[in-house]
T-cell receptor
Framework: NAGVMQNPRHLVRRRGQEARLRCSPM?????VYWYRQLPEEGLKFMVY????????ESGMPKERFSAEFPKEGPSILRIQQVVRGDSAAYFC????????????FGPGTRLTVL | DQQVKQNSPSLSVQEGRISILNCDYT??????FLWYKKYPAEGPTFLIS?????DKNEDGRFTVFLNKSAKHLSLHIVPSQPGDSAVYFC?????????????FGKGTLLTVNP
């Protein structure tokens, strides 16, 4: 976990509001993955990004969800018009260097939609 | 369609004994397997991994065994310690391309009793 930063750690939104989740990868890592964990479930892949590129968004819901990883700054997962079913823990992971297979996770953002 | 399965939701072991956590997968394209440990309200922490070209990998108290023909892997913890109590996730990836997205099982809650 060391080095991958996520904020906020907890986020409460009312239905219809927007949620923005941020992820700063480990120093030297340029690959970011986002996962979602619903209660009593494992983590599910959402999107894989490199700097300024979305590589694989096959796990993202088609509507309301978007992600970016700009040249400067953190990766952002954006959820528009949140619904109660979006309540979950959202984790990002980063890889880089020699060990692309080993992803290091952040502490997660727990989103609660009222 | 769950491609990675952890069929035991929970496991209870006495301190000092061996813990064996099991994982099955269905996708024969998976060629890299990882175990993560997760405490409540934290992100997953990488434990140990194994490539499909190997059948065993050892790191201290942790050993992972891979049986490709059975599409089965297991994590052995010897000796088990109370601090090992956590949820353990098995994950798999296909490293054939450059996308190392992970597919997770639902996890096994390990409780090590003093």
């Amino acid at each position: 976990n060391a080095g991958v930063m996520q904020n906020p750690r907890h986020l409460v939104r009312r239905r219809g509001q927007e949620a923005r989740l941020r992820c700063s990868p480990m120093k030297g890592h340029s690959h970011v993955y986002w996962y979602r964990q619903l209660p009593e479930e494992g983590l599910k892949f959402m999107v894989y990004l490199q700097k300024e590129n979305i590589i694989d968004e096959s796990g993202m819901p088609k509507e309301r969800f978007s992600a970016e990883f700009p040249k400067e700054g953190p990766s952002i997962l954006r959820i528009q018009q949140v619904v109660r079913g979006d309540s979950a823990a959202y984790f990002c992971a980063s890889t880089g260097g020699q060990a692309y297979n080993e992803q290091f996770f952040g502490p997660g953002t727990r989103l609660t939609v009222l | 369609d769950q491609q990675v399965k952890q069929n035991s939701p929970s496991l209870s072991v006495q301190e000092g004994r061996i813990s064996i956590l099991n994982c099955d997968y269905t996708n024969s394209m998976f060629d890299y397997f990882l175990w993560y440990k997760k405490y409540p309200a934290e992100g997953p922490t990488f434990l140990i991994s194994i490539s499909s070209i190997k059948d065993k990998n050892e790191d201290g108290r942790f050993t992972v065994f891979l049986n490709k023909s059975a599409k089965h892997l297991s994590l052995h913890i010897v000796p088990s310690q109370p601090g090992d109590s956590a949820v353990y996730f098995c994950a798999a990836s296909n490293s054939g391309g450059s996308n190392y997205k992970l597919t997770f099982g639902k996890g096994t809650l390990l409780t090590v009793n003093p």
